[in-house]
């Protein structure tokens, strides 16, 4: 049973373009979530974090969290080239943020 | 400052062979995690040390796999017997006691044929 859903799968956006990707957890004792990004055979390298409702930016970075329904999302404006990867979504519990539970992220490539 | 260190990169393997991987964490980080991310698929835990101590083992297969990291610093995951099934990337990871970031190493991309 996957605890963190992510979604789409796969996503194609034009370079310039906005990427909207999106994930759920299915634990309610989860506290924060996690947004990493992981380019084809490197390590998974973290991006953003969030812990409170609502938005959080950081250059073309947007995340949004809705608690309540344990719903976060990330934002990417002016879409690069470089930007494709694939990004993983993590939930943590506040007794141990560290201890991660991943979805199987979604595929980003942009198109020059 | 130096990242999380793994070794060996890859690893090829026939069904029935044992491996050992190794990890270390970036210096002064008293948590490592282990890993493992199946192609297509998000990174799973194994299990997690604090210091010299398992905290969290549950998700390892103890019959094949196991793992130590006796001085509280370096860590080493053996699979004993592989089987195609653990054919995936074995991740280390490491953080501080604030675990305001979790950093991973490159991996050990391990096939079972």
């Known amino acids: 049973q996957q605890k963190v859903q992510q979604s789409p799968e796969s996503l194609i956006v034009p370079e310039g373009g906005m990427a909207s990707l999106n994930c759920t957890s299915s634990d309610r004792n989860v506290d924060y979530f996690w947004w990493y990004r992981q380019h084809s055979g490197k390590s998974p390298k973290m991006l953003m974090?969030?812990?409170?409702?609502g938005e959080k930016e950081e250059g073309r970075f947007t995340v949004h969290l809705n608690k309540a329904s344990l719903h976060t999302s990330l934002h990417i404006r002016d879409s690069q080239p470089s930007d494709s990867a694939l990004y993983l979504c993590a939930a943590s519990r506040n007794t141990n943020t560290g201890k991660l539970t991943f979805g199987d992220g979604t595929v980003l490539t942009v198109k020059p | 400052e130096a990242g999380v260190t793994q070794s060996p990169r890859y690893a090829v393997l026939q069904e029935g062979q044992a491996v050992s991987f190794w990890c270390d964490p970036i210096?002064?980080?008293?948590?490592l995690y282990w890993y493992q991310q199946p192609r297509d698929q998000g990174p799973q835990l194994l299990v997690y040390?604090?210091?010299?101590?398992?905290?969290?083992n549950s998700q390892l297969p103890s019959d094949r796999f196991s793992a130590v990291r006796p001085k509280g610093t370096n860590s080493t995951l053996k699979i004993q017997s592989a089987k195609q099934g653990d054919t995936a990337t074995y991740l280390c990871?490491?953080?501080?006691?604030?675990?305001?970031?979790?950093?991973f190493g490159k991996g050990t991309r391990l096939t079972v044929v």
């Open positions: 990871a490491s953080s501080d006691r604030a675990d305001t970031e979790v950093f």
């Open positions: 040390f604090r210091d010299e101590a398992v905290i969290d």
């Open positions: 210096s002064g980080h008293d948590t």
């Open positions: 974090s969030i812990f409170s409702n």
